[in-house]
């Protein structure tokens, strides 16, 4: 997990934005996975989490 309280990794990974819940809009963290390779280039982007089965998802693609 990431802390940053700057939002300035978050902005640059797309991993903040617009939100909506129940009708309203607000600014929040969308839940993101990236697989980075040893070289720091992200090689899969996983942008609909479910958190059910998310660790298997991500394990079957490695």
Same mark, same amino acid.
């Given at each position: &997990?990431l802390?940053? +309280?700057? !939002? +300035? &990794?978050? @902005?640059?990974?797309? /991993?903040?934005? !617009? !939100?909506? *819940?129940?009708?309203? +809009?607000?600014?929040?963290?969308?839940? $993101?996975?990236? $697989? @980075?390779?040893?070289?720091?280039?992200?090689?899969? /982007? =996983? /942008? %609909?989490? %479910?958190? %059910?089965? =998310?660790?298997?998802?991500? *394990?079957?693609?490695?």
């Open positions: &997990m802390c940053n +309280e700057s !939002k +300035e &990794m978050l @902005i640059a990974y797309k /991993a903040w934005g !617009k !939100k909506k *819940l129940y009708g309203r +809009e607000y600014d929040g963290i969308f839940r $993101i996975s990236y $697989i @980075i390779d040893e070289k720091g280039i992200i090689e899969q /982007a =996983h /942008a %609909k989490v %479910k958190t %059910k089965t =998310h660790a298997i998802d991500v *394990l079957s693609k490695l």
